[in-house]
């Protein structure tokens, strides 16, 4: 009798089929932590754009709440050498202020400010696949939470509960 060398084919096959059990069971997990990972990292942009906020009206009380996320931000080069304005006051990362068009860590994020008031917002990029969740923020700083991952919440800030830290 000749000695077999190797593995037979349904040896193989049900290896494989073990492999493929194993994945279908990971991958939603995986996919849910990583949903997950951009709504905590979402939540902690609005936390960081309110301290910005803060920060830019006691800079340049006259002026009020800083107008959009690039004013919050600044060039690099120009932060480095001190060189802060109110177009650019160097009080957050550029990554923040100047997000990219497919979004930061899977959100969008927006900040509109007048002299007395702004509001914050990050929503997923695709909602059921970046994240669930749609994050806002006011002159209080209570980070607001709507669960059903709708797009940018406009002046619908208020009438969200706030998350519980």
């Not at 493929?20 to 979402?42: D, K």
């Not at 006259?62 to 060189?83: D, E, K, M, P």
């Not at 927006?110 to 917002?121: H, I, L, Q, V």
């Amino acid at each position: 009798m000749r000695k077999q060398q190797g593995f037979s084919l349904i040896e193989l096959l049900i290896v494989v089929a073990i492999i493929l059990i194993i994945a279908a069971i990971a991958i939603p997990n995986l996919l849910r932590a990583r949903m997950a990972a951009n709504e905590s990292a979402a939540a902690s942009s609005i936390r960081t754009i309110n301290t910005a906020e803060v920060s830019y009206i006691t800079s340049y009380p006259t002026v009020g709440y800083a107008a959009s996320l690039a004013t919050l931000g600044g060039v690099s080069t120009t932060c480095a050498s001190g060189g802060a304005t109110q177009t650019a006051a160097c009080l957050i990362d550029n990554n923040l202020a100047t997000p990219p068009a497919s979004g930061k860590s899977g959100y969008h994020f927006n900040a509109a400010g007048t002299a007395s008031t702004y509001e914050a917002s990050a929503w997923p990029v695709s909602s059921g696949s970046t994240g669930t969740k749609t994050f806002c923020s006011v002159e209080d700083a209570v980070v607001r939470v709507d669960t059903t991952g709708g797009g940018d919440p406009g002046s619908g800030c208020n009438a969200l509960p706030g998350l519980a830290n």
